[in-house]
T-cell receptor, first 114, second 112 residues
């Protein structure tokens, strides 16, 4: 158990509405990540954070923004949700230090955009 | 973006059988990770490999870091029904901010 929670676990929303997903960790790890998982595409990185207020884009960052004002929380925002953002979203933390990159995942948030 | 190659997409085996799956890349990685994902849950790390040629076991699971550093293998021995799930490989290049590259996963089914 990596001490990661995600909220909400399920959400249905309408096109054009803003949505914020929250990832919370209890172990003060520096690195946090947001992925989306879709059939046929596997896990794709949206954004990641390497410290408070330090974030960077992943391979599918368009339409998403993130914020990290506290070590324990990493927020993913869809400013104006689209149907193509219907997906399962996973947060992950990186536990080890230095060159190692063992990532541990949260339980996921299933988002449906109608 | 770069992807790791995992094939086939699905595998069907009989309970008690051994199964092997591999993961290949066109580029070199310094770390290989294997994850398992159960339906409705997040991926769970099974094994991490850090050196070329390294062979690591975790119960009935054994994984190897390929000598060329472009591939990795996962073996499951004496499969049981709870081995059902999706198995992902992931690779990592050197660099603190370097990201993981994932394969698309292999769905394993175990017939009782």
């Amino acid at each position: 158990d990596a001490g990661i929670t995600q909220s909400p676990r399920h959400k249905v929303t309408e096109t054009g509405t803003p949505v914020t997903l929250r990832c919370h960790q209890t172990e003060n790890h520096r690195y946090m990540y947001w992925y989306r998982q879709d059939p046929g595409h596997g896990l794709r990185l949206i954004h990641y954070s390497y410290g408070v207020k330090d974030t960077d884009k992943g391979e599918v960052s368009d339409g998403y923004s993130v914020s990290r004002s506290k070590t324990e929380d990493f927020l993913l925002t869809l400013e104006s949700a689209t149907s193509s953002q219907t997906s399962v979203y996973f947060c992950a933390i990186r536990k080890a230090s230095g060159e190692y990159n063992e990532q541990f995942f949260g339980p996921g948030t299933r988002l449906t955009v109608l | 973006g770069q992807q790791l190659n995992q094939s086939p997409q699905s595998m069907f085996i009989q309970e008690g059988e051994d199964v092997s799956m591999n993961c290949t890349s066109s580029s070199i990685f310094n770390t290989w990770l294997w994850y398992k994902q159960d339906p409705g849950e997040g991926p769970v790390l099974l094994i991490a490999l850090y050196k070329a040629g390294e062979l690591t076991s975790n119960g009935r699971l054994t994984a190897q870091f390929g000598i060329t550093r472009k591939d990795s293998f996962l073996n499951i021995s004496a499969s049981i029904p709870s081995d059902v799930g999706i198995y992902f490989c992931a690779g990592h290049h050197t660099g603190a901010n370097s990201k993981l590259t994932f394969g698309k996963g292999i769905t394993l089914s175990v017939r009782p």
